[in-house]
């Protein structure tokens, strides 16, 4: 058997979880990218199970496979190769809209460029998720309302994203991927575009999310700093894992933040 089977199968043995079965299973994924004279070969046979409630960090140089990955967790794409359970469904040959239909129900998407409307309200912002549910304009708006609640920015919900800061688009961005009641969160790079603070700020939602409401976190960084608020972290190289050890000393952001200078927001806002 491959050496990263292996690996994998070893952090199965004391997840976070416990006895659950996996929310996300996948086995021998790949990923060939066909650009006509050449073939990119992204994934190379990713095995990996990841349980209830786990905060997974994945680190590893870039191309090596990391965005690819987290594009097939989040049915935004499918696999060349392989199979990829999703809370025991097989999902690896679903078509596009039926794709479309799991990523909206299961999954929330956080971005390194927040990727928001920028001439639409917070508020219509995070309820755009909902826009096609079938949920009614009032519901939609409390939803909205609650999502941003969740991550501190209530008053703030009439405000554009000019209007704010870049650590309170991308909480803006976070209400956004909860507003579906997601039972899994995906980041890419989430804090890649913000100052130390605000990142362990960014930190501490994901934590408090993961704690309180179970939520399934896997956060794409480059920073060794930030993995250490995840409960696990998965080295990725040359489109296979290559390490998959637990977090021994988990650093908590709430704490983090005690020691750290604070920044007025109002000057922060000014700047931005
Ligand atoms: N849409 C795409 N088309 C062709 N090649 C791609 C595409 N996306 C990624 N790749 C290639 O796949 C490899 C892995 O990329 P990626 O998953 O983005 O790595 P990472 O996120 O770790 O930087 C790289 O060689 C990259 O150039
Ligand atoms: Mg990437």
Redesign the pocket.
Known sequence: MPEDVLESQKAVETPAGGTAAPTIQVVNLH?T???GEVQ????RGVSLSVYPAEFIAIM????????????LIGCLDRPSKGQYLLEGQDVSQLSKNELARIRNLKIGFVFQGFNLLARTSAVENVELPLIYSGISHQERLERARESLRMVGLSGREEHHPAQLSGGQQQRVAIARALVNRPSIILA?EPTGNLDSRTSVEIMEIFQRLNEERNITIML?THEQDIARFAKRVVL?RD?KVRRDTPVEERVVASQVLLTMPTVDEDDEEERG
């Open positions: 990923k990218y066909d650009l990119v070969h992204a994934l590893g140089a870039s191309g090596s496979g990391k965005s690819t990955f987290m594009n890419d794409v990725f489109g």
